[in-house]
T-cell receptor
Framework: SQTIHQWPATLVQPVGSPLSLECTVE??????LYWYRQAAGRGLQLLFY??????ISSEVPQNLSASRPQDRQFILSSKKLLLSDSGFYLC?????????????????FGPGTRLTVL | GQQLNQSPQSMFIQEGEDVSMNCTSS?????WLWYKQEPGEGPVLLIA?????ELTSNGRLTAQFGITRKDSFLNISASIPSDVGIYFC??????????FGAGTTVTVRA
């Protein structure tokens, strides 16, 4: 079965410091990968998505960037964090095509990273 | 992405009650999905709908894909305390992305 991991689970960083959040998926090949941010008590904001290695689509202009160095690895980065970057960051995957227990439009979320910028 | 209007924004449940929430859009979707999120965790997929008019159940949960393809509803029958959380609807087309509603927060009535 497929599993998705995110780390770290929580992070407290000072303003102006760099950021690197990692997401990995197991049990599937060539997944679509997504980064979302969720502010406290709010909905899900799509930040980036990738349909293949080295391919990144950005949804919201900001000081964050994403990279996909391997098929099942997705990284969210920043060179200098802002206070407004605080939030709950979620990684998700979906299948390029259907599988034995999922269809292509279903996204499956990781456990999330709680980022606090002070 | 397209905007989904999810209602109600919040609701209180009493154990044993049936509750309902819905999502509407001005755009057509090929897929409707319902997720539940508990505090500090990622959303978990509850039900996926792929055909207009489709009615699908998952235990005490029932969801329907509207005939117009612009709406969906989720019913929870015989509520129990562990039903509390935030429920999100999501609509999908063919562009790998989902549009999410703002969520319905379900809490237990004191």
């Amino acid at each position: 079965s497929q599993t998705i991991h995110q780390w770290p689970a929580t992070l407290v960083q000072p303003v102006g410091s760099p950021l690197s959040l990692e997401c990995t998926v197991e049990g599937t090949s060539n997944p679509n990968l997504y980064w979302y941010r969720q502010a406290a008590g709010r909905g899900l904001q799509l930040l980036f998505y990738s349909v293949g290695i080295g391919q990144i689509s950005s949804e919201v202009p900001q000081n964050l960037s994403a990279s996909r160095p391997q098929d099942r690895q997705f990284i969210l980065s920043s060179k200098k964090l802002l206070l407004s970057d605080s939030g709950f960051y979620l990684c998700a995957w979906s299948g390029l095509a259907g599988g034995p227990d999922f269809t292509y439009n279903e996204q499956f979320f990781g456990p999330g990273t709680r980022l606090t910028v002070l | 992405g397209q905007q989904l209007n999810q209602s109600p924004q919040s609701m209180f449940i009493q154990e044993g009650e049936d509750v309902s929430m819905n999502c509407t859009s001005s755009s057509i979707f090929n897929t409707w999905l319902w997720y539940k999120q508990e505090p500090g965790e990622g959303p978990v997929l509850l039900i996926a709908l792929y055909k207009a008019g489709e009615l699908t159940s998952n235990g005490r949960l029932t969801a329907q894909f509207g005939i117009t393809r612009k709406d969906s509803f989720l019913n929870i029958s015989a509520s129990i305390p562990s039903d509390v959380g935030i429920y999100f609807c999501a609509g999908g087309t063919n562009d790998y992305k989902l549009s999410f509603g703002a969520g319905t927060t379900v809490t237990v009535r004191a």
